[in-house]
């Protein structure tokens, strides 16, 4: 932003000047009135100071300023000797003659900034001075704060105080500027009794009485922040209502301007008398720019008050009317004039603060529909001007305008201010990327300028005719380079701010590329290298070996020789067509640097292209950095025969070599498994021997048995150019995990030997020997083709189990554990339950048929025996077999085996249930119809009821004989149990216990089915009826009815309870017995409520009971008694 002026470009605010904390600068008369007071200065110099360093970081300028809930100004200060400079003068021209001087002497006073002023740097034709801003900015202040220091009690100091005081008050008030006084004193001074008296005495005398006019300070005061954030929040009002009068002052002379010829004439006579006019036409301010001036002023006045309407009206209607009647009409404005140039810089700045205006008001599509509109604009009238976009000056000024937009959003989305001082609104905004929905990041602008310097630079390249050209010398002078790297490096810091990597890695990719143009190696080479290392990592290869040749060129023109052959060795592989033909070019041209002999690598200077350096220091020990597989001038992949083997067994793998038809000689190669320190396998390449060119081959098939992984194993191997070598071998490894990651080759070159990071890329097939060529075995599909994984070889582990188990079964199963495991454990579940959780749903672990169940059982002998009883739901059961190789309480399980039984009902039951109720006690049967429907003959031995002690059931039923007692898949059987009743029991569920086996051998099982209550049902309830008229009036009797009815077979005593209830008033009594209520009998019960308020009201509740001598009362089931609506 430094093209324009900064009073045309940073946010208006209120001014303030703060004076008496200063002193005056060298030569500066000092106020006569102010010196004979003490000065806070020099009485206070650590407060002074203090105070001035806070209102310095309080009222700084800002490019970004948005509305805030707190006021802001701008604060400066001066000493007190600072006198305002005069409103209006007389022309005062040097070396005039005496007409001249009398002629201009007739005129009357303006303001040295007017156009109609003599010797105004605006005369005869200026718009607006950027001084005028800066007056209003920096010299003139809406308030102004004089710092005095509280005197000693005396009535002649308190009485040159007041009189400092008013004459100050005085002096301000004629400019219509708020003076402020702010007293210092001492808390001892200030605790007296008399300090109020006296220091009231001193307001009103000095004419101080207006609100926020007199504050007294205690010099110990530590917050001045607080402070100075009273005095912002006391004086903003009138720092605005003085602002507000200059607006009316402007808006009163708009009708004067222009002035008539009766005004200018005289202006004119007495200027050409004084001699100051140049020879030709004098063209005076017309209308259009009297407007421009006028809307400006407005808007300038508004913008300080934070009228973000009124100031975008103002300097939008300024805009147009410049932009469309000034510098459209050559006629107004000559192109490449002083005043064009100002009414340009004018136009700019004033685009600029309509974008920001909008951005205030969060109006991003409008802040960029002006941008573009006023690029647009000045391009259509630059072709007009003889400004072309074939000409630097064109781009030069849109350099500054994606510049300066740039740095607007830069302020805009970086607020260096505290959050809670910034608008809540407009932080939302940024918070949620509104500017980045609508308009680029600003680091896009920068680069965009950046863009737009090298073209400038471009075109100053290619101008013709130089010395003709406007301002082509002071373009000579400019460094284009620095400008454009100056962008760039701005453009990168802003992408680094908002974590947009690739782009910040093309910034310097594109700072490299500038030096480079201008032949500048040594201060291209470290930003290549910087570039390099992100785009190595990504997959743009194209910007990646375009930098690399670069960089390589760059080293070749500096002289570095060791940094030259590292980026050509990374040239060394397959490249895009786009690169091909650069590389093919800087490989060739540099051919001297890779190729050498024998004798001349025997000295030994090693070079590791994995660390890293300086590339701009030949002389350095250290090494340049390079990643695995940047450089492949062989091509290296690798593939096991198995994804998965079993430890101790052989794993086969093979390796493929070929070589790049790239002039470089080969020295050896180390293949390392990921994670080993040693190479297993190191590969020397022998020189061809010209001899023997008919017996090679362009594949070599080299089979070097079974190597070990504790020692390297050393292979010779012939590889001429695009020719392959396939090795094929096997080792023996322990469990774990075998990656074969990267290897590392060593080549010689001029500057000695280079050792190259490759990386091993998975294989797709196998390569077998064929007699025309190799065979392809393809292998199954696997992601990693050059990683194997070694198992453990898993440990014996069986158990025999039954497919299918009937509800209840026992079973037999035998568990064979390995010789390699100390014990098995088993668990078991059900389908409801995962696998391997415990005992659940009546699934059982048996040691001995009829030992107790266990839910998890140790297996201690290799081949055991145990019994599983089936759960009595049918479904699945999972059983876990866990391998154990210690006692150790904290050992884990080293291997498992899991089995699926499914559980199925052997049985379909009916049961039919009957009870005598006249009979006392009660006596009833219990019939029982079960079916068979297993699928293998069983043996049946018993049936029988299991209850609770409150019913009498026969224990079991006869089934006659043997013979009768098996069962095949359709037997049926009915079974009748007798029932009675005994008092005093628990009434539970009862179940039906079928005891079976499948035959005289094995364990006897039992199948339960649930018969839920057998009990004898309950006698018929008491039935209780409440009716209730659903409305009536306010405190009208109502008549509830209450109808019992006894639908058993014996008399009952029933008890009646209503609940008391606030809303209703019962007459009559709450509680109500019912005496001997025969069976069959109905009886009815009145009651009368009154209703105490208006609205929908429940009616109260009705307990019933039932009486009985040897319990207590039984609740009786009663239905709602309803609403009543009360009117």
């Not at 004798?599 to 950095?625: F, H, V």
């Not at 500057?751 to 998975?762: H, M, N, S, Y």
């Not at 098995?824 to 001995?848: H, Y």
Request: charged fraction near 20%.
């Amino acid at each position: 932003m430094d093209s324009y002026p900064a009073e045309l470009i940073v946010q208006l605010q209120p001014f303030i000047l703060v004076t008496g904390i200063i002193g005056d600068k060298e030569g500066t008369p000092r106020n006569t009135l102010l010196q004979k007071l003490s000065q806070p200065f020099e009485k206070y110099p650590d407060l002074s100071r203090s105070l001035a360093d806070t209102f310095t970081k309080y009222g700084k300028t800002k490019v970004w300023s948005p509305p805030q809930e707190a006021p802001n100004f701008h604060f400066a200060l001066s000493g007190p000797g600072y006198r305002y400079p005069p409103a209006k003068s007389r022309a005062n021209i040097r070396n005039v003659s005496d007409l001249g001087r009398r002629a201009l002497s007739s005129l009357p006073p303006r303001s040295h900034l007017s156009p109609l002023q003599v010797g105004s740097p605006l005369f005869p034709d200026g718009i607006l001075s950027p001084a005028w801003i800066r007056k209003h900015l920096e010299y003139i202040p809406s308030v102004q704060i004089v710092f005095y220091v509280l005197p000693d009690a005396s009535v002649s100091e308190d009485a040159a105080l007041i009189e400092a005081m008013t004459e100050m008050r005085t002096q301000n008030r004629i400019r219509g500027i708020r003076h402020v006084a702010v007293l210092l004193a001492n808390r001892a001074d200030l605790s007296r009794s008399e300090s109020d008296t006296r220091i009231s005495h001193i307001r009103k005398m000095a004419g101080l009485d207006e609100r926020a006019s007199f504050f007294v300070l205690p010099t110990e005061t530590s917050d001045l922040g607080a402070f100075v954030l009273v005095l912002q929040r006391s004086l903003y009002e009138p720092a605005l209502e003085y602002y507000r009068e200059r607006a009316r002052h402007v808006r009163r002379n708009r009708a004067r301007y222009p002035p008539p010829p009766s005004i200018t004439q005289p202006i004119l006579a007495a200027a050409s008398a004084a001699g100051v006019l140049r020879p030709g036409p004098v063209n005076i301010l017309g209308s259009v720019g009297w407007t421009v001036r006028t809307a400006t002023k407005l808007g300038v006045f508004a913008e300080i008050q934070y009228e973000l309407s009124e100031a975008l009206s103002q300097y939008g209607e300024a805009y147009e009317c410049l932009m469309h009647a000034c510098l459209a009409n050559t006629k107004v404005l000559a192109p490449r004039t002083k005043r064009w140039a100002e009414a340009k810089v004018l136009a700019d700045t004033l685009s600029v603060k309509l974008i920001k205006l909008h951005l205030y008001r969060q109006a991003v599509p409008q802040a960029m529909n002006q941008y573009q509109r006023h690029i647009r604009h000045i391009a259509e009238l630059s072709t007009g001007w003889g400004i072309s976009t074939s000409t630097y000056e064109f781009w030069s000024w849109l350099t500054k305008q994606f510049q300066i937009l740039g740095d607007l959003i830069l302020h805009a989305t970086r607020p260096s201010e505290p959050s809670e001082r910034l608008s809540s609104s407009l932080l939302s905004g940024v918070s949620n990327g509104i500017f980045g929905a609508f308009m680029a990041q600003p680091g896009t602008h920068f680069y965009h300028a950046a863009l737009c310097t090298l073209e400038r630079a471009e075109r100053f390249r290619v101008s013709q005719d130089g010395d003709d050209l406007p301002n082509y010398a002071k373009e000579a002078q400019i460094d284009h380079i620095a400008l454009s790297v100056d962008l760039f490096t701005t453009a990168y810091e802003a992408y680094k701010q908002n974590n947009q990597n690739r782009h910040m890695y093309l910034m310097a990719a594109r700072i490299a590329m500038t030096y480079f143009s201008a032949a500048r190696y040594s201060e291209a080479l470290p930003y290549l290298d910087r570039a390099l290392r992100w785009y190595r990592r990504s997959r743009w290869t194209v910007p990646r070996f375009l930098l690399v040749t670069y960089a390589a060129q760059s080293a070749i023109a500096q002289g570095n020789e060791r940094a030259a052959v590292m980026y050509l060795l990374e040239l060394m592989q397959t490249v895009p067509d786009e690169v091909l033909s650069l590389q093919q070019d800087v490989l060739t041209s540099s051919r001297k640097l890779l190729t050498t002999n024998r004798t001349q690598s025997g000295s030994k200077r090693d070079l590791s292209m994995n660390s890293s350096s300086d590339p701009a220091s030949e002389q350095t020990n250290e090494d340049l950095s390079m990643s695995p597989g940047s450089a492949n001038m062989l091509l290296v992949s690798a593939v096991f025969a198995r994804h998965r083997v079993l430890e101790m067994t052989h794993v086969d793998f093979q390796l493929v070599l070929r070589r790049m038809s790239f002039p470089v000689a080969l020295e050896t190669l180390r293949v390392f498994i990921e994670g080993h320190a040693e190479p297993f396998l190191t590969i020397q390449f022998a020189s061809h021997d010209p001899t023997h060119e008919s017996e090679s081959r362009k594949a070599a098939m080299i089979d070097v048995g079974s190597i070990d992984l504790k020692s390297s194993t050393e292979i010779s191997v012939t590889l001429e150019t695009d020719h392959l070598a396939i090795i094929s071998g096997a080792f023996k490894g322990h469990a774990g995990h075998y990656l074969l990651s990267h290897a590392f080759l060593t080549v010689r070159t001029s500057v000695g030997q280079v050792e190259v990071p490759l990386r091993i890329q998975p294989g797709l097939h196998w390569l077998l020997q064929g007699r025309n060529g190799c065979q392809i075995l393809t292998l199954p599909p696997s992601e990693r083709r050059n990683e194997v994984i070694v198992d453990v070889a898993a440990p014996t582990l069986e158990m025999s189990h039954p497919e299918k188990m009937y509800s209840g079964e026992i079973h037999a199963i035998d568990v064979k554990i390995g010789d390699t495991l100390d014990h098995g454990i088993l668990v078991l579940s059900n389908d409801t339950v995962l696998a391997g959780a415990g005992l659940a749903s009546n699934a059982e672990i048996l040691e001995r048929s009829d030992s107790p169940s266990v839910d998890r059982l140790e297996v201690n002998t290799k081949i055991s025996t145990v019994f599983l009883r089936a759960p009595q739901s049918p479904g699945s059961l999972y059983v876990r077999l866990y391998g154990m190789a210690s006692k150790e309480p904290e050992s884990a399980p080293i291997s498992h085996v899991d089995y699926c039984i499914q559980v199925e009902n052997a049985f379909e039951v009916r049961v039919h249930l009957s009870w005598i109720p006249s009979l006392v006690p009660r006596c009833g049967h219990l019939t029982t119809e079960i079916d068979y429907t297993g699928d293998n003959p069983i043996l049946f031995e018993d049936a029988h009821v299991q209850t609770s002690a409150s019913h009498c059931v026969q224990p079991s039923i006869p089934l006659g004989s043997e013979e009768q007692t098996i069962w095949d898949n359709g037997n049926r059987s009915v079974l009748v149990f007798p029932l009675a009743e005994q008092l005093g029991g628990t009434n539970e569920d009862a179940s039906l216990n079928l005891v079976w086996r499948r035959d005289k051998t094995c364990a006897t099982s039992c199948t339960r089915f649930s018969l839920a209550s057998i009990a004898p049902p309950l006698p018929n309830p008491i039935d209780v009826v409440i009716r209730a008229p659903g409305s009536t009036k306010l405190e009208s009797p109502s008549t509830m009815q209450i109808t019992l009815s006894n639908s058993t077979m014996m008399p009952v005593d029933l008890l009646l309870e209503i609940d008391q209830d606030d809303l209703f008033l019962l007459a009559g009594w709450r509680r109500h017995k019912v005496s001997m209520l025969l069976p069959n009998e109905q009886r009815q019960i009145h009651l009368t409520l009154i209703p105490r308020f208006v609205g929908l009201h429940t009616i109260p509740k009705v307990r019933a009971f039932e009486m009985r001598t040897d319990m207590d009362a039984i609740p009786i089931n009663t239905p709602a008694p309803g609403v009543m609506n009360v009117e």
